[in-house]
């Protein structure tokens, strides 16, 4: 019987650097078992996110769709009712959709109680939960303040850490996200603690911990499935447990890739950014040189989970009837351009890594390659779709299967640039930029040459070259000399901006269907005489012999 893909591991870290894996060149970081993944499978190298920040990012990859498509645009932004999400197109054809992990997803209370939809029917539930059906859900930031925790929900893996001892009303935020000195509590949330080891077992902390979750689905799951497994690491606080804390040093830090001259002159948006706390903060070597190993054994520690994933999987017989992706929802820039976290658009931010194992034999011909074609979070979806042995709803979801590309095959038609978009109106920056809400908005427009950026608010774009400059270190926004590019890629922009993109209840086939349907139903607009419709339409309203009623009393 020939292999075909029955199941979906569809895996996604958190803040994971495009480039900070060994299969993509990292020179000191050690990725054996994504290695692994990659050369049974396609490596995209230009893989986009819809949005280089946790929510927004993550709602396109769960409906296939741009965040101005869908609305939530930034993170704690409601996706409305009655967005179709992977759930909706899959359970339909027959695989199940479930969550080991983050969605980073906020409920539109509002719409529900508008329609009438319980938090506690299936329906509602999975409304409520983008779509999923829940295994365990841990959006990872269960920080506690002096004005109370930052997330309300109650949190499993914080009950799962009481389970094993682990005291106090906080330990997600006192033992795994915590140094120990001097019997004291070191907060990760303190960069100077970034090199110590977490206090906690490691066997306990966040990312072998969801492994077993997804695990133990996986034992008990009957019938095709596609599980999420979304991992809370690499993303900050920036700690690791022993032995990884320990695994590299400041003389494995990459050099930042920045220049004294993006600090002259720079454009409204980014010379705002790059005053934050966070990018002065990576802005230091010294910050550099204590978080960086960190974060790299965050993902050296993610890497062996993949391992004992994987050994699993083949165990049970799942790695030859089961697709695995691995991605992120965005970046992380620590200090390069001078910028710490996400939010705009430099490759660091808004490029991701993206490997597709497909098990099927139509995939033998590419395991071990790599496309450098322009991939979006968004065509996720639609690869998920065919793989379930569905027909992609092309007025919904907006992205394109991947399977050509892993399968061999040349598209007809591939896109010639990829969409970006971030809303910076919750930032005290759009107040500072003197911005109304609705302008606090950047669009990223990115072929295969060139990267530019437009600003809302009458603010001047960015443009860099990636040709000569695939560094990005020289803004070309203002260059007379690059008017056509610009003119051109504001097009492009315009051109996308077009799209058919809410026309989400009626597909082309239902109006191509449709169409000169009238006449039969009996709408004869125009028709001056029998003869100017069809002998059948004519026939149905001429000539049937009727009772006289207009002379009877």
């Excluded at 060994?22 to 190298?45: K, Y």
């Excluded at 391992?307 to 049970?316: C, H, N, P, S, V």
Aim: hydrophobic share 35%; with cysteine; charged share 25%.
């Amino acid at each position: 019987m020939a292999r075909k893909a029955k199941n979906i591991l569809f895996i996604m870290f958190d803040q994971l650097r495009f480039d900070y894996l060994s299969c993509a060149g990292h020179p000191f970081l050690d990725t054996p078992n994504i290695d692994a993944l990659a050369a049974r499978g396609v490596r995209f190298t230009r893989a986009y996110v819809q949005s280089p920040v946790c929510g927004a990012s993550r709602m396109s990859t769960y409906t296939g769709r741009y965040t101005s498509s869908h609305g939530a645009q930034y993170n704690g932004y409601p996706l409305r009712v009655g967005e179709m999400t992977l759930g909706d197109h899959l359970r339909p054809l027959g695989m199940g959709c479930w969550l080991v992990g983050k969605t980073h997803m906020r409920a539109d209370k509002a719409g529900m109680e508008r329609l009438g939809l319980s938090p506690d029917s299936v329906i509602g539930a999975r409304q409520a939960e983008c779509g999923f059906d829940i295994w365990v859900r841990d959006d990872g930031l269960w920080s506690e303040g002096p004005g109370g925790r930052y997330d309300p929900a109650d949190s499993p893996y914080e009950a799962y850490l009481k389970s094993r001892g682990y005291e106090g009303s906080a330990p997600w935020a006192d033992f795994a996200n915590a140094a120990l000195e001097d019997g004291k509590t070191a907060s990760g949330w303190f960069l100077q603690n970034a090199g110590k080891p977490a206090n906690i077992r490691e066997q306990d902390s966040e990312t072998p911990w969801l492994t077993g979750e997804a695990m133990r689905f996986i034992e008990h799951a009957h019938g095709p499935w596609c599980l999420h497994l979304s991992y809370i690491k690499p993303h900050w606080p920036y700690i690791v447990p022993a032995p990884y804390h320990a695994m590299y040093g400041p003389n494995q830090v990459l050099a930042a890739n920045r220049s004294e001259a993006e600090r002259i002159d720079p454009h409204p948006v980014y010379a705002e950014f790059m005053q934050t706390p966070v990018a002065r903060a990576f802005s230091d070597d010294d910050v550099r040189a204590r978080v960086i190993p960190t974060y790299m054994g965050l993902i050296k520690q993610a890497d062996d989970q993949m391992g004992r994933l994987f050994a699993f999987l083949e165990k049970t017989g799942r790695m030859d009837d089961t697709m695995i992706v691995i991605t992120s929802d965005h970046g992380d820039y620590l200090g390069d351009h001078w910028l710490g976290e996400k939010d705009l658009f430099h490759e660091p931010s808004v490029k991701v890594p993206l490997i597709v194992y497909d098990p099927s034999e139509a995939a033998d011909g590419t395991r071990g390659t790599t496309c450098d074609e322009l991939v979006e979070a968004i065509d996720l979806a639609p690869t998920f779709i065919e793989t379930a042995g569905g027909e992609v709803p092309g007025h919904i979801v907006e992205g394109h299967s991947l399977l050509p590309f892993l399968q061999g095959r040349t598209p007809e038609t591939w896109r010639e640039f990829a969409i970006s978009e971030y809303d910076f109106s919750t930032s005290p920056i759009c107040a500072k930029l003197g911005l109304e809400p609705r302008d606090a908005r950047l669009f990223m427009v990115a072929d295969k040459d060139w990267k530019f950026m437009h600003a809302e608010g009458g603010l001047p774009p960015m443009l860099f070259d990636l040709r000569t400059d695939p560094d990005e270190l020289r803004d070309l926004g203002t260059s007379p000399e690059h008017a056509k590019i610009i003119a051109l890629m504001r097009q492009r922009l315009a051109d996308w901006s077009r799209r058919m993109s809410q026309r989400v209840t009626m597909p082309d086939e239902a109006i191509l269907q449709g169409r000169g349907d009238a006449a039969s139903k009996g709408i004869l607009l125009g028709a001056q005489r029998p003869a100017d419709t069809t002998p059948e339409v004519a026939a149905f309203y001429e000539g049937k012999p009727r009772k006289n009623w207009r002379d009877t009393g």
